[in-house]
């Protein structure tokens, strides 16, 4: 179905219990190579997708911390781990 509506589709696996800032960076280099673009992003419970979207609002697009936040927890509330992920990116790109 992909092919036939003349999509591209990247597979970016990104292990739950283990997220790295390397998965974060080739998500945000696939982003930016896809600039000018629609581009749909998506994963299983859309729990891991929700934060690597949030990091690229913030971080690219500087859009507002605390908004982009309010529509990543009408996802879901992140763990400890992945509230730690998002802590040390946002240091690690600041």
Known sequence: MVTRLRMKYIHLPV??????????????????????YKVFVHCVLNMRVSVFVYLYRVIFLMEDPKIAFQDLLEI?????????????????YN
């Open 15 to 36: 292990v739950w219990e283990s997220p790295q800032i390397s998965d974060l960076d080739q998500f945000f280099t696939i982003m930016q190579q896809s600039a000018g």
């Open 76 to 92: 879901w509330q992140p763990d400890d781990l992945w509230q730690a992920f998002i802590d040390t990116a946002l240091k690690n």
